[in-house]
């Protein structure tokens, strides 16, 4: 019986893949990613290793006998690395579904941990966060308005301290407005925008100071929001 490793990536700066994390790339059979264009990108940045292992799509959209065969392979032997396009698999990244497959057949499950988003954002809060939710990237459409609600229910009857929303640079603007509905525009956050990246931006200010600073957004986008006490 192989093993299953869920393997961290760099969000942005490849400097932090970690030593342990290239061991490991380089020793398995099937590296399970969620584009295989962006694993090849980032393993092809490091020439003097050798990777050698068959790269595989595992995203959303990969269930049923496509899974059951890649959880057979693992089953029979085959060590796999579980990535993500960017960061920790399963942080908003797909995954559940294989981990569980893995874990009901009794395949050994090793985390090797690195990048987030989330907790990088965490790291650079100017207030408590804790407790805080995480809800990742919003629906765009169907099932927004319920999430919304869900985040103003967590502040007010569940003592949260905090979340982190996920968003694209198309729309920021509209999940900003949003907050401002919801909370009121004096609310706190920390924005990250490109985090790791050449041009990261770390801001700091109110939701209604928010929409003045960016106009014009460009790049990927993190919102560390401090909720308002009940």
Known sequence: MGTLYVVATPIGNLGDLS???LTVLEQVHLILAEDTRVTRKILNQRQARKFDAQLLRLDSHVHGIRLANIVDQIDRGADAALVSDAGTPQVSDPGAALVSEC???GIKIVPIPGASALTTMISIADFSVQPVVFFGFLPKKKGRET?????KEYSGHYGASSAVIYESPERLRRTLENLIQLFGGQIHLVIGRELTK???ELWYGT???SLTHFQSPRGEFSLLLQLPKA
Not at 147 to 151: C, E, N, V
């Open 19 to 21: 030593e342990r994390a």
């Open 198 to 200: 050449k041009f990261e």
């Open 147 to 151: 999430t919304l609600r869900r985040l």
């Open 103 to 105: 874990n009901q057949r």
């Open 207 to 209: 939701l209604e100071e």
